[in-house]
T-cell receptor, first 113, second 111 residues
């Protein structure tokens, strides 16, 4: 069983389009995250949700809108895609509290052309 | 800027040798974590060391933490070709509610 699953794995789309990435975890964790990894492998947090509530929004453009219908799911919708949005997007989850590592999904490679 | 900075950026060794990677950070932390990322894959959590711990072991991995120097090291002993990957440190602070990742070290183990 995959602990944190993301779909799709690859996404190629044109500038200006709107797209969504889905994430689901079956670990019973309360907290979920979206991270963006650029071409130099820098990982930067975008959003964090705890039990469906937004905890962290790291000055991400409002073209990015996360949605958490329940604590097992955290989806990411991106409007008006730009070339600079090309990156690998990782979903992760963890139990609540700071002394736990994260479980990551396998990533969604987004390419905007 | 990233909370953690790792060195070296890249490390190439022969199978059987030990590999040491270092991580420095800037602010106080609750814990520090190490992750491995194989090419084209997600990050895998390796080990977490709390701020009141100085050393931790897991199999061939040994992590040290020096909070006075704000630094940590990851030692992989008797490396294998399968250890080839990027290794990231991440620091967690209760107030921040998130882990902040370093720049990563790319390790290549030659068979």
């Amino acid at each position: 069983d995959t602990a944190v699953s993301q779909t799709p794995k690859y996404l190629v789309t044109q500038m200006g389009n709107d797209k969504s990435i889905k994430c689901e975890q079956n670990l019973g964790h309360d907290t979920m995250y979206w991270y963006k990894q650029d071409s130099k492998k820098f990982l930067k947090i975008m959003f964090s949700y705890n039990n469906k509530e937004l905890i962290i929004n790291e000055t991400v453009p409002n073209r990015f809108s996360p949605k958490s219908p329940d604590k097992a799911h955290l989806n990411l919708h991106i409007n008006s895609l730009e070339l600079g949005d090309s990156a690998v997007y990782f979903c992760a989850s963890s139990p609540t509290g700071s002394n736990y590592g994260y479980t990551f999904g396998s990533g969604t490679r987004l390419t905007v052309v | 800027s990233q909370q953690g900075e790792e060195d070296p950026q890249a490390l190439s060794i022969q199978e059987g040798e030990n590999a040491t990677m270092n991580c420095s950070y800037k602010t106080s932390i609750n814990n520090l974590q190490w992750y491995r990322q194989n090419s084209g894959r997600g990050l895998v959590h390796l080990i977490l060391i709390r701020s009141n711990e100085r050393e931790k072991h897991s199999g061939r991995l040994r992590v040290t933490l020096d909070t006075s120097k704000k630094s940590s090291s990851l030692l992989i002993t008797a490396s294998r070709a399968a250890d080839t990957a990027s290794y990231f440190c991440a620091t967690a602070n209760t107030n921040a509610g998130k882990s902040t990742f370093g720049d990563g070290t790319t390790l290549t183990v030659k068979p």
